[in-house]
């Protein structure tokens, strides 16, 4: 599912002649890989932060060190601050952050499968708290079927294009 809706952003962004990076955590650069996979990508695909460790989301993506401290990496307002990060790093129409808890284990109070996804663009700054369950893979491919849907969504996309 993820190859095909991949394709399915890359196209809708060439037709509107925009772009996308991203900031991701948990996911580890997958996002952009699957993005980049797929033919024309380099159209669109501005590139992408892997901000693993939560000083790299402050120093990388520009995420308020405070914030961080306050909230934690695994927040609502991370998500945001990775996606408004990777849009203005990579000067990118669309910028997408991804944070959350691949697992086995729990983190800072979070249990496996905690997922937020934040989605920056032209008409300002989303964040969803999507489900995905199973392994610490399935989690993973999970965060990045969820951004590559939630981008489409945001862009008004249908299934047609």
């Known amino acids: 599912m993820a190859a095909t809706r991949a394709r399915e952003l890359v196209a809708a962004l060439t037709v509107r002649g925009e772009t996308v990076a991203t900031a991701e955590s948990l996911t580890a650069g997958l996002l952009s890989a699957a993005i980049a996979g797929v033919p024309g990508a ?10 693993y460790a939560t000083d790299l989301k402050a120093t990388l993506a520009g995420a308020q060190a405070e914030q961080l401290a306050l909230d934690g990496p695994v927040a609502a307002s ?6 408004e990060g990777a849009l203005r790093r990579c000067d990118a129409t669309w910028g997408v952050g991804l944070t959350g808890v691949a697992g086995p284990d729990d983190q800072d109070g979070h249990p ?3 997922l937020f996804l934040g989605i920056c663009g032209p008409t300002g700054t989303s964040v969803t708290r999507p489900e995905v369950g199973g392994d610490r893979w ?3 491919l999970g965060a990045v079927e969820a951004a590559v849907s939630g981008l489409l969504t945001r862009l008004g996309s249908s299934s047609a294009l």
């Open 112 to 114: 496996p499968g905690t």
């Open 42 to 51: 380099s159209a669109v695909l501005r590139g992408g932060l892997v901000v």
């Open 138 to 140: 399935q989690i993973r």
């Open 78 to 83: 991370t998500a945001a601050a990775l996606a």
